[in-house]
């Protein structure tokens, strides 16, 4: 079992940044790929970052986000970040830290392919 709670969200302005946390529990953190998945009012979740547990630190970045979130990892801390920069009023929504072992790009994606999820925090970006 692995438990995920995530902090970090907050109010803040466009143009501003916000660093999202996600503490596991459990000692397996390492062989878990962390992704982190966005959930705004009357939309489905849709994928924003993962690092990937094969992979030696890769990562991979929905097109969205690309050049403004960074997504890490700190396996001796069992925890993994989200480094937010020049928000948007569209990147508003309850942002899910999840993990699991997809196999391919395309599994990374999809919320099907996750055991475990935390209960969400709220970034909310102003105009």
């Known amino acids: 079992q692995v438990q995920l709670v995530e902090s970090g969200g907050g109010l803040v302005q466009a143009g501003g940044s916000l660093r999202l946390a996600c503490a596991a529990s459990g000692r397996t953190f390492s062989v878990y790929t962390i992704s982190w998945f966005r959930q705004a009012p009357g939309k489905e979740r849709e994928f924003v970052a993962a690092t990937i547990h094969w992979s030696g630190g890769y990562t991979y970045s929905a097109d969205s986000v690309k050049g403004r979130f960074t997504i890490s990892r700190d396996n001796a801390k069992n925890t993994a970040y989200l480094q937010m920069n020049s928000l948007k009023p569209e990147d508003t929504a309850v942002y899910y830290c999840?993990?699991?072992?997809?196999?391919?790009?395309?599994?990374?994606?999809?919320?099907?392919?996750?055991?475990?999820w935390g209960q969400g925090t709220q970034v909310t970006v102003s105009s």
């Open positions: 999840a993990a699991g072992r997809p196999i391919t790009t395309a599994q990374v994606m999809s919320v099907m392919n996750y055991d475990y």
